[in-house]
């Protein structure tokens, strides 16, 4: 009995470590996603904000589900900062610019817990 209970402790374990696996390489594009979406960031183009938060939901939801909490909530504080911008509102250029170093750190934290993973 107990060794049934540790075979499925093990199963789910090689499980959890192919979605956090997973989720590191979809994390990797939705970063690049980011850094695109933002890049065109204009007046007539601010929806374009709307993606960058999407993602940055998606990738703090899933991060803390698996464990990346630190990851988790750095993409929530992205997440939060766009919600908190007038509906339509075009960021200003500090504001450009605090969203790009906060991406910045969420790329950082992603190799970080990479290079955790692996080793």
Same mark, same amino acid.
Do not use: F, Y
């Given at each position: 009995?107990?060794?049934? @209970?540790?075979?499925? @402790?093990v199963a789910a374990q090689a499980q959890m470590g192919e979605l956090a696996q997973k989720f590191i390489h +979809? /994390?990797?594009?939705? %970063? +690049?996603?980011m850094r695109e979406a933002l890049a065109s960031v204009v007046? !007539?183009? #601010?929806g374009r %904000?709307? !993606?960058? @938060?999407?993602l940055a939901q998606r990738m703090a939801g899933i991060g803390a589900t698996l464990g990346f909490d630190a990851l988790g909530q750095q993409a929530l504080g992205i997440e939060t900062?766009? !919600?908190s911008l007038p509906n339509g509102a075009?960021?200003? #250029? *500090? %504001? %450009?610019a605090r969203l790009s170093a906060d991406i910045g750190?969420? !790329? /950082? *934290?992603l190799a970080a817990d990479e290079r955790a993973m692996s080793g």
């Open positions: 009995m107990n060794e049934m @209970r540790e075979d499925k @402790r +979809r /994390s990797h594009g939705d %970063l +690049r996603l007046p !007539e183009n #601010a %904000l709307g !993606e960058i @938060r999407h900062l766009i !919600e075009v960021p200003d #250029a *500090q %504001l %450009l750190t969420l !790329e /950082s *934290q």
